[in-house]
């Protein structure tokens, strides 16, 4: 008897054991994926993948599908953010389909949003709404308002690119209502920045200068890395489209210079940002006609290979213009 008591406190004893195990490997699975989301902040991608992927086989081998769902959006914005986006396509897939099969509803809110983010930049843009429409409703069914600005910024970026610029306007302005409302300026900058782009495009320039001055007020206050010259960029296509080139300018290079004195190297930098950066300033150099500037710098930030087909799209038509414009016809 007394045999049989010792064992069935040994077997006690070693579930106890075995439950802590299981508890602390979740808890450095939740640890990783802090570090890796920091990493992130940073815009040190490889860095936080890294750490992205060894949380996900942490919760893989725990079978933790609230956990893997959270990693593999993680894993594909990284993935995005690194201009690598059949990759982040595929783990955005993933995550929205495991987390539909196991009824994990914000998880798989995330992984659409990144879905409809990738196909924008492929040019599916059936595709791309049809992910944003779907987050936007388990958004509202669970009563999230702050996720449901960022998806209506996405879906305002659609319908821009589409050129149907009352709806993107629709959508963007809703979205920056919700953000004003829960005072969440990361986002509101965001969609004021967005907001800017569009009255860009549709020549209310006032307009499109108010939407990044405060953004990038909003910015410098939260020391955002990438908003900061995002919005100089903004301001800085405002007057390229005015045709003020020197001021043009002179927005594109603080843009470029403050990115330099805000990340001091710590950023991995995609060829999405090098592309933003720098198109600006080329475009201007261009209108000037001063194209050996701009192919200096269509050779030295902007390479050519991407997965992305408006880059490729943009980069060849681009040196075309500015070798033809050099007289060498046929290099263009």
Request: hydrophobic share 35%; aromatic share 10%.
């Amino acid at each position: 008897m007394k045999k049989l008591v010792l064992a069935f406190l040994i077997a006690l004893l070693g579930i106890g054991f075995l439950g802590t195990g299981f508890a602390q490997s979740e808890e450095e699975a939740v640890r990783l994926g802090k570090k890796g989301s920091e990493a992130f902040g940073k815009g040190r991608y490889e860095e936080a993948l890294n750490y992205y992927n060894t949380a996900l086989k942490i919760n893989s081998e725990l079978k933790r599908p609230e956990g893997i769902v959270l990693n593999l959006s993680q894993i594909g914005w990284a993935y995005h953010h690194l201009d690598r986006l059949n990759e982040a396509l595929k783990y955005f897939r993933e995550g929205s389909k495991i987390g539909r099969d196991n009824n994990l509803p914000q998880g798989t809110a995330e992984n659409l949003r990144g879905i409809g983010q990738v196909c924008r930049q492929f040019g599916r843009y059936d595709e791309a709404l049809r992910c944003y429409e779907e987050a936007l409703k388990i958004d509202r069914e669970l009563k999230m308002p702050g996720r449901s600005a960022r998806t209506l910024s996405g879906m305002g970026g659609v319908y821009s690119d589409l050129g149907r610029y009352d709806e993107a306007l629709k959508y963007l302005e809703e979205g920056l209502k919700i953000a004003r409302g829960l005072k969440r300026p990361s986002i509101t900058g965001l969609l004021l920045g967005r907001i800017g782009g569009v009255y860009t495009t549709v020549g209310r320039y006032d307009e499109a200068l108010r939407c990044y001055e405060e953004a990038l007020k909003i910015n410098r206050r939260l020391k955002n890395v990438s908003g900061i010259p995002s919005n100089l960029n903004g301001i800085g296509l405002v007057y390229l489209a005015r045709k003020d080139y020197g001021k043009a300018e002179e927005f594109f290079k603080e843009g470029q210079k403050e990115h330099q004195n805000i990340l001091k190297g710590t950023i991995s930098l995609s060829l999405r940002s090098k592309f933003s950066r720098s198109r600006g300033l080329i475009e201007t150099y261009v209108a000037r006609g001063e194209y050996k500037e701009a192919l200096k710098m269509l050779n030295e930030r902007i390479p050519p290979s991407s997965s992305n087909p408006l880059f490729r799209t943009w980069y060849h038509g681009c040196k075309g213009f500015v070798l033809k414009g050099l007289g060498r016809l046929e290099d263009a």
